[in-house]
């Protein structure tokens, strides 16, 4: 495969959207799931709707650290004539306690449960204790600073949708509510193997000369943001024989499969040498650049996402195309693994070659007199840091050759920036 006779060429370049609806089309959501705490299932896709079983709060509630009051007594208070209250109780955090007698104050913290009769609270730092009770110099709304009963979130309200990614904080809300179990999604199992025989997993050997094999920790890394359990499963040589079993094992072991590197059209490319020959769907070639010789395969109904090695491509294809597969795969909301922010671009940006392509530019955001700003960091494919320093990327509809400065642009960023 070194005498140069090996070398391929791609032939046709596939529109991204034409690839992703191929593989999703010949992929499957993954069935099974299980009944998790909801603080035990963050990152995981609900797979039912999950609805407030009780309003929030379940009672009217103390805003404040106080005394809790009626309103209807405090109307003609002021600093010269305060109204004189006597105080016949505490109240802590989610206790009630009971009815507030005529002529009275309950002393109540913040969460505490408006006693019945109450309909105020009076701040504590707004009043003056004498004995056992307290002056008023104003007066007050009805409900001021109370949380009326369901202002959080009212009984039967959906709190989680189906394919919703479960958040820390919605985690923590259905905990507050009595939900003790959510049903989630089982974890896609997502392979991740590095082809390169110059490459070492070792940095002694990296010191000696080999390349240090960084791409494959990076995107399991970004993978591990994602509703996955992603596993790296080795480093291996430009060898057909070596590719076939490594993808076979991969597939076996795996719901997906992501490969880095050997991609290109060399003769040491194996991997869609492989892919040619096993797979039910393989397309190599994508309309974004950089990015273009990137593919996805399906194998038995397993999507195979093919990264290139130069860091710009492995990145824009395990975005655009790896997450999109993934989200299908585990039933999960693609938009969740995305934040969108417009901003205005500082320079303009020009395109000289692959106009007819998606173009996906990364950008550094700042904010300047009130708005959002972004930098484009042009550089070719393999250069590291014009991604590094990047908060997230544009992605530029194809036959535009240029954009303006001043021209407002929304960027994306993955959710592993976030």
Known sequence: MRDGTAHRRIERFHELEWVLNEVIGRV??????????????????VTEDVFAPVDRPPYDASHMDGYAVRSSELRGASRERPVVLKVDGFTGPNERGPPLGPGCARRILTGGYMPEGADAVVPQEEVTVEGGSV?????????????????????????????????????????????RSVRVMRLPEVGVLSFGSELTDDPVEADAGKVLNTHAPMVVSMLKKLPCRPRYLGLIPDDLDAARAALKTALEKSDMVLTIGGSSVSELDVVPMVLSEVSDFFAQGLKMQPGRVGGAAVVNGRPVIVLPALVHSTVNVLNELGVPVLAHLASAKLDQFFALTVATLSEPVVFHKWIDFVKVVWV????????????????????????????????????????EAGAEVVVKRPLWML
């Open 135 to 179: 002056s008023v110099r104003r007066p007050l709304r009805p409900f001021e600073y109370v949380d009326r009963v369901g202002s959080d979130l009212r009984r039967g309200s959906v709190v989680v949708r189906a394919g919703e990614v479960l958040t820390p904080v919605k985690g923590a809300l259905l905990e507050t509510l009595g939900v």
């Open 364 to 403: 550094s955001v700042s904010r300047s007199d009130g708005r959002l700003t972004c930098r484009p960091h042009l550089s070719e494919s393999s250069v590291f840091s014009s991604i590094a320093f990047s908060d997230g990327y544009l992605t530029v509809r194809p036959h535009l050759e240029r954009l």
């Open 28 to 45: 499957f959501p993954l069935t099974g799931n299980e009944l998790l705490r909801p603080l035990d299932a963050i990152g995981r896709t």
